[in-house]
Every structure is written in structure tokens, then in C-alpha cells.
């Protein structure tokens, strides 16, 4: 069974830093790629990063291009999301995701962490 | 960017109840579209594929189509388990971006 496990969301403050975790297991992870989307406080879902297999390639939309960075350590199948410079529109739940290549699908979805920025 | 607009935002049926949702794409993405369903308090969940397959363990009362840019997403018989947000997805280029959503209530 696939299963994702997000870890470390909180509260922080404005212009900090704060680094997601995803740990993954039930299937090969080096094998897939994934990704991270997150979801404010009752709106919708923003695609928010994307890596590839061997983490060589990466993928943001400009909404968060420069300031969060997507990683992955296949050794212990946990994929990863520096964001910096945070700011009050950051403040959501994010969900680390497999993601399917090249038909770009969201297959699977873990449970999320919620971020909530604030002074 | 390719914008992706839902309708209805929200919508409240009946059991049993015939329910479509629609996707219209601002431009032409081929059959590069998926829905997600997302249960109230849960993750979203991939439904359909492709356009019109089905993901693992959905019910066949789901079903998607395509008309040009316009796509849709039917429940043939509205089942209390399949209240929730529904999201529809375009897979053709990045960034790749979701509908607002479709609210499903039971009437």
C-alpha cells in the first residue's frame, strides 16, 4: 500500500524559513517522481513543486520559483521542500504526492501538513 | 498559464441523482486532464485519467468525457459516499494547474 507521510508544519513567522518532510513507503520510491501541492485554508489546490527520479531535474511555478526548493534522498525514500522567505499567502495545508511522468498525474496524496504563517 | 474554469462552484443533488460537472480549459489540452475527488477532512484522491479512464478502485457510476477544450465529469447515481470537492486538472503543461472546484452536497 502507498503511503506518504508529511512532517513538519507549524507556525512561523514571516520571512523565515521552514523545511517540509515527506517519508514514503509501500512502493520503489526511486522509481517515481514527486511532488508537493498545497491547499489554503479553504480555497483550492496550487501545484507547488515537482522533482524528477534522481532529483537532477526540477520543476515551480513562479509563484514560489526562488524561494522554496524541492529535494529527495532515495536512500530513505523521503522527498523534501525547503520554503524561505515565507509569507502570510504561504499559509497552507501541503501535500507531498507521487507524481506520474510524463502524463503528469497526482496519483497518490499523503494526509498534509498544515504551514500557517504569521507574525 | 493554462486557466482551468469549473462549474457549477457548488452543487446539491439527491441520491440516485444523475450529477455533472464541467471544465472548460483556456486553451487546447488534448486529453491531458484528470479529477480529483476530495472528501471533507481527507486528501485528495486522483478519480479519472486521461479524461476518461478510471483510477484503481473507482466505481463505474463515474465516467469523463471530452468536447473540445469542455470536459466533464458524471456520476450516473449520487451515493452519500460521493459527497465532497471535486478538482479537475490539466496535465499538458506546466505549471500545471486545478479548477476552482465543485462543491457536491446532498439535497
Known amino acids: 500500500e502507498v503511503q506518504l507521510v508529511e512532517s513538519g508544519g507549524g507556525l512561523v513567522q514571516p520571512g523565515r524559513s521552514l523545511k517540509l518532510s515527506c517519508a514514503a513507503s509501500?512502493?520503489?520510491?526511486?522509481?517515481?517522481?514527486m511532488a508537493w501541492v498545497r491547499q489554503a485554508p479553504k480555497k483550492g489546490l496550487e501545484w507547488v513543486a515537482t522533482?524528477?527520479?534522481?532529483?537532477?531535474?526540477?520543476y515551480y511555478p513562479d509563484s514560489v520559483k526562488g524561494r522554496f526548493t524541492i529535494s529527495r534522498d532515495n536512500a530513505k525514500s523521503s522527498l523534501y521542500l525547503q520554503m524561505n522567505s515565507l509569507k502570510s499567502e504561504d499559509t497552507a495545508t501541503y501535500y507531498c504526492?507521487?507524481?506520474?511522468?510524463?502524463?503528469?498525474?497526482?496519483?497518490?496524496w499523503g494526509q498534509g501538513t498544515l504551514v500557517t504563517v504569521s507574525s | 498559464d493554462i486557466q482551468m474554469t469549473q462549474s457549477p462552484a457548488s452543487l446539491s443533488a439527491s441520491l440516485e441523482e444523475i450529477v455533472t460537472i464541467t471544465c472548460q480549459a483556456s486553451?487546447?489540452?488534448?486529453?491531458?486532464l484528470a479529477w480529483y475527488q476530495q472528501k471533507p477532512g481527507k486528501s485528495p484522491q486522483l478519480l479519472i485519467y486521461?479524461?476518461?479512464s478510471l483510477a484503481d478502485g473507482v466505481p463505474s457510476r463515474f465516467s469523463g468525457s471530452r468536447s473540445g477544450t469542455q470536459y466533464s465529469l458524471k456520476i450516473s447515481r449520487l451515493q452519500v459516499e460521493d459527497i465532497g470537492i471535486y478538482y479537475c486538472?490539466?496535465?499538458?503543461?506546466?505549471?500545471?494547474?486545478f479548477g476552482g472546484g465543485t462543491k457536491l452536497e446532498l439535497k
Open positions: 522533482i524528477s527520479t534522481s532529483g537532477s531535474r526540477t
Open positions: 486538472q490539466q496535465a499538458s503543461s506546466a505549471p500545471w494547474t
Open positions: 486521461g479524461a476518461t
Open positions: 504526492a507521487r507524481f506520474l511522468w510524463p502524463t503528469s498525474w497526482f496519483a497518490y
Open positions: 486553451q487546447d489540452i488534448g486529453n491531458w
Open positions: 509501500g512502493f520503489t520510491f526511486s522509481n517515481y517522481y
